[in-house]
Every structure is written in C-alpha cells, then in structure tokens.
C-alpha cells in the first residue's frame, strides 16, 4: 500500500503489450514513479478503484475492453484523472475521438520513453499536493453513512467511490461471503442522485428459479397457476432508484440471457406480457465468486460479466484490514445492547486483543454473530474474551445432543436440533448457531434436496 505523499507520483499504465508495459516500468520507476500496470481496459478501472493515481497511460488498441472504451467508462463514472492515450500511427481517428471523450493529450507509437517521462513529470509534478489528514482523521475511523473502517484501502475505495456514486455506472462488488458487499451497495446508493428513490435487493441465491424469474420481471394476470392479479417485479419496484442483484453468480444462464435484455434496452418484459415496460435504474451487483473464473468455466456468460463489471470493485475480507476489528466491534456491542435491550458493555482489552488474533473466515458477519453471543452471555459490564468463545458451549452443551458420523451429519443434527429447540424460528436459530439466516437456509435446502425433499420441515 503506497501512502498519500507516494500516490502524488503515481501512473497507471493500461497495455497488452507486455514488453512496452516492462520498458516503460522502468524507465518511470528509475525516475522515482510508482507504476502499476494493467493488461486491459478492465484490469485498469479494477486498479483505480483500489488506489488513486496521478495520471493514466492507455493504449488505444486492446483486446476486450479497448482505450477508447475504458476512458468513456471513467469520464462516465466521474473520474476527472488526467489520461494520455497511446496512438499507433494511422489511428490518429481514435486519438481525435479520444480527446473529445476527456483525454487530455496523446503519445504516438512507438514513442520514445524520454517522450513518455517528460509527460508523465509534466502532468505528475502539477498536482497538488495531498491535504494532510488531521490528527482527529488519524485518531478516529470513517463513518461514511454506515461503512466504518480505519483501514487505508477501504478509505481509498470510499474516496474513489465519491463521483462513482453519482454516475450511472452498473457496478459489480466482489468479495468474499461476509464482507459487507451489501453494506457498500447500500452505501453507494446514498451518495447517488437517486438517495431519495427506492433501493431494492433481491437475493439470487435464495429463489429457485422459476420464482427468481417472477420476482425480477414481474407477471400479468394469468400468466400461469396461481397469478390471480398483475404483479409488478423488483426492476419496476426500483424505478428511478438502485436495483441490488445479491449473488448474481448463482443466476441461471437462461436467465442471464433476459437479465441482459434489460442491461441493454432497460426495458422489462413481465411474464405473460406482449408489452414491454421502460425502467430507469441504477443495477449495482455482488458475488462471493469470480465472474471472469465463471465465464472460463461456462456457468456465467461473458456478455453478462461485461455489462456488469462496468465499475469493478473488489472488498478485502477482513483478515486484510485487521484495523477494522475493533471499531466494528464496538459497533456491534452498541447495536447488540440496544436490540436485545441489555445495559451496555464495554470490550476489555483482552477481548479486543482475542478478536484481532482470530483469522475471521466468515469476515464482518462472523464478527458480529460473535459479539452477539457475548453481549447476550456478558453478566457485567465488561465483555471478556469468555464470553466471545461460545462455539464450544453450543456444541456440548446442547441437551440430547449425540453425535456419531461425518462431521455434515454433525452438523445436520445440530442445525434441526437447535430449530426443534427454538420452536422453528429460524432468525433465532440462525444467531444461536452464529450463521447467518442465509446460510441457514441455504443448509436446510441442501439437506431436502439430499433427503429426497421430505426429511426436513422447517
């Protein structure tokens, strides 16, 4: 991670030209740059989003997303960093159209590399100089409408997300189950011009998909068994306002094929309709998996993935930003006290040091699953590491809890055993399990679908 005083020297060169790309690394970066380099239009916007630069270099000529389609994108998305664009010679058109999509000036190829470092200190040298963060920034986390963190790669990520938030830019949230790509999403959509317009999720992962398919398009009366009246579905519910998809990589391809119908024409067809329905909406997407992975593999289509992945952006789990532990703690121990209406408690260094020496593999929900059962254990006004350490207890305490075979069948017994023992309220099950509701439910249908669909009633 490059500091503020660094990122004044910073450049992002966009190439496939793999030996330009090492020749221009070097020679910058013996001038004293910092040089990150990509190999396409959407490798380069994933690095903006991740860290600001002083000045972007991109080739004009490149397979998948090309220099004159990654500038629309940027200029799109409000980013206003100075691009020089890299022109062979006989393309002078595409440098013309590029400089009236925002370019600010442009290299031939081949172009000399003193060419290229005087450019890039002209431009460099002219920015200026990066606001010092006050002691009080440096003493206390962001709390940016609901995202805390402390962490200097979230804080760059909200930075760049500022103009970003008031495009219309799809955008597509990567990250592992439990980082908060929901949280962000919601956090973007109230730094839009569309706050004060309806923010609607839909869980991919949670509807089969016949029943996902009517919950995103919606259906007329008729349209089959059991639609008794017009329903309108979530796009049109999210009309003029942010439409969450939540794990669209669990969306089937069949139905990857309407949703890009309406990426495209933003236009949706309710089932049974002859009449389509215009919709203005901002789509913002999430994934715990790698769409460009499932492309390769065949289970997600790549016209999809590009349509998504206009503004990229990856969340680093939490075992990359262990600053953020505490303060997320604190947060959770003040929104746990008031929820269960407990007197308030206060984390102990010692709790504090056993939360920041665990790997978090279920990232920010993990941790707040964790501080739920200690503010619920907590008898004092301390919360201690005892009572952070719970799992064990739910394990071999739990009356009439035998187990024999694999460790899923463990598991099994001890899901049904807890819902059996809460009366099939499956929101308390889930937090005396320390999951998720969607993981929960996630489980029980993998045991009806292993069980032949009967064995589970919950």
């Not at 159209?97 to 600010?104: D, I, Q, R, S, V």
């Not at 200190?121 to 609901?146: I, K, N, W, Y």
């Not at 006004?381 to 739990?398: D, K, Q, W, Y």
């Not at 809460?422 to 929101?427: A, C, V």
Request: aromatic share 6%.
């Amino acid at each position: 991670m490059h500091s503020d005083r660094d990122s004044r020297r910073s450049v992002l060169l966009v190439d496939d030209d793999e030996h330009l790309r090492a020749a221009i690394r070097e020679a910058l970066e013996h001038r004293g740059y910092c040089v990150r380099v990509a190999r396409d239009g959407h490798e380069g916007l994933q690095y903006l989003m991740e860290e600001p630069v002083q000045l972007v270099l991109i080739d004009l000529n490149m397979p998948g997303m090309n220099g004159i389609e990654m500038l629309r994108t940027l200029r799109s998305a409000g980013f206003t960093v100075p691009v020089v664009v890299l022109t062979a010679y006989g393309t002078m058109d595409s440098a013309i159209e590029a400089m009236k999509l925002g370019a600010t000036d442009y290299l031939r190829k081949p172009c000399p590399l003193e060419e290229v470092e005087r450019l890039v200190q002209r431009f460099c040298m002219a920015s200026p100089e990066p606001v010092e963060a006050t002691e009080h920034e440096l003493r206390h986390p962001q709390d940016s409408d609901g995202f805390l963190t402390r962490n200097d790669r979230m804080r760059h990520l909200l930075a760049m997300l500022e103009p970003v938030a008031k495009s219309q830019a799809t955008i597509l949230i990567q990250g592992e189950s439990g980082t908060g790509k929901e949280v962000l999403a919601r956090y973007i959509h109230r730094r839009s011009n569309r706050a004060d317009q309806p923010f609607v999720a839909v869980n991919c992962a949670a509807l089969p998909e016949g029943l996902l398919e009517s919950e995103l398009f919606g259906y007329e009366k008729g349209a089959f068994t059991g639609a008794i009246h017009r329903r309108c579905g979530k796009f049109e519910l999210a009309h003029r306002g942010t439409l969450l998809l939540d794990e669209i990589g669990e969306m089937s391809l069949a139905l990857q094929a309407k949703l890009l119908r309406v990426l495209q024409e933003r236009e949706v067809d309710r089932l049974g309709s002859h009449r389509p329905v215009a919709v203005d909406i901002r789509v913002i997407a999430t994934t715990n998996r790698s769409l460009i992975q499932e492309v390769q593999a065949g289970r997600f289509r790549e016209d999809v993935y590009y349509r998504l992945s206009v503004v990229p952006i990856t969340l680093p789990p939490l075992r990359e930003r262990p600053e953020d532990i505490e303060v997320l703690a604190e947060h959770f121990v003040k929104q746990s006290c008031a929820r269960n209406g407990r007197p308030m408690v206060k984390l102990t260094k010692e709790a504090v040091a056993y939360l920041t020496s665990r790997p978090w593999r279920g990232n920010v929900r993990e941790l707040e699953n964790v501080i739920e059962r200690g503010v619920l254990l907590a008898q004092s006004g301390s919360l201690r590491p005892e009572h952070l350490t719970f799992e064990t207890v739910a394990v071999t305490s739990a009356p009439d809890m035998t187990f024999s075979g694999t460790v899923w069948e463990m598991e099994r017994q001890l899901i049904l055993k807890t819902l059996d023992r809460l009366g099939g309220n499956r929101t308390h099950a889930a937090r005396a399990l320390g999951i998720s509701i969607r993981t929960l439910r996630n489980k029980l249908r993998e045991y009806r679908q292993r069980a032949g669909g009967d064995a589970v009633g919950f």
